[in-house]
């Protein structure tokens, strides 16, 4: 297909600093992380999700949620979001209002996923976001749904398009902006991602539709063209591809940013994005978990880094 018939321009969401650092073994110290946030912040990103109001005691790492997002600084254009799992955390997340813009809530589309991860059922899901959406709305937050395993579950194998059709259409009736399809294990391919957002278009006008892709079968970016191609333009990655799930066993995390950036920009598709400064990012990230990551623009840079330059990972 001609590169024309592609959007022309992207938004990215970063998500590295909620859905990383949360599947990090082990909690990343505070500084560290505002110190990356702010970093991300200025490498032309606009969208940050910074943490979660998730219980201490079940996500140890995102625990100081609050510090992060009282102490990070970003430029006024950046738009952060913060993930909400309940109207308990909710709550706790609104005592800090003012330090951010948007909310987002999830939820899986299969009910074994939805039980293993939250234990409820997708209804008793969906009803809980109800007030949570309606209270953020008031505050002008804006509100994004993540529906994972909107490709497949590794419990139940196929989850239907229609069914994940049928939730979208009951998030985006309780007032949801934006609906990010999360292939949450890496079962999605660029025939299904193409005819399924080509559906979702058609059911849900008005909505922004968000492509959240996993590399865990390495399709991360086959599975980002495919989405361009059914007119898709806002996606959500991980510097570092970082983040992931625990199951299936040896899962790998988000699509990499870096990654994501490198092949838009050299298709023509503009990001945004200061690539160089993000791979800097990356490489901080790096050293503060003191591990080598999965991410390949992190070790051989950007298309165009000059031979005579140290590559990022040297
Ligand atoms: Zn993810």
């Given at each position: 297909m001609p590169a024309r018939e592609l959007p022309t321009s992207v938004r990215i969401?970063?998500?590295g600093p909620r859905d990383g650092f949360q599947n990090e073994p082990d909690v990343i110290a505070t500084h560290d992380k505002v110190r990356l946030i702010d970093q991300l912040g200025r490498t032309g990103l606009k969208r940050i999700e910074v943490t979660s109001f998730v219980r201490p005691?079940?996500?140890?790492?995102?625990?100081?949620?609050?510090e992060v997002l009282r102490e990070i600084d970003v430029p006024e254009d950046v738009s952060l979001s913060v993930l909400i799992p309940n109207e308990r955390g909710f709550q706790h997340a609104l005592a800090l209002r003012e330090r951010f813009h948007?909310?987002?809530v999830f939820?899986?589309?299969s009910e074994t996923h939805n039980r293993h991860n939250v234990n409820r059922t997708v209804d008793e899901s969906l009803a809980g976001f109800s007030?949570?959406?309606?209270r953020a709305g008031t505050e002008g937050l804006r509100?994004?749904?993540?529906?994972?395993t909107a490709f497949g579950c590794p419990y139940e194998g196929e989850v239907p398009a229609g069914r994940v059709t049928a939730i979208a259409q009951r998030l985006a009736d309780a007032g949801v902006e934006e609906i990010a399809?999360?292939?949450?294990t890496g079962m999605a391919n660029p025939v299904l991602v193409e005819e399924r957002f080509g559906i979702w278009r058609e059911a849900l006008p008005g909505v922004e539709l968000t492509a959240h892709f996993h590399n865990t079968r390495g399709l991360g970016l086959a599975n980002v063209l495919a989405a361009l191609h059914?007119?898709?333009d806002s996606f959500e990655a991980s510097f570092g591809e970082l983040g992931g799930c625990p199951v299936p066993a040896g899962a790998t995390g988000n699509i990499a940013t870096e990654e994501l950036v490198s092949m838009l920009e050299e298709m023509g598709i503009a990001t945004g994005v200061d690539l160089p400064a993000l791979i800097v990012a990356t490489g901080e990230v790096r050293d503060v978990l003191g591990r080598p990551l999965g991410s390949r623009v992190l070790r051989a840079g950007p298309v165009d880094w000059a031979p005579s330059a140290e590559p990022p990972d040297a």
């Open positions: 969401r970063e998500v005691d079940v996500i140890p790492q995102l625990a100081d949620a609050a948007e909310i987002n939820l899986s589309a007030r949570v959406l309606e509100r994004e749904a993540v529906i994972s399809f999360g292939d949450t059914a007119g898709v």
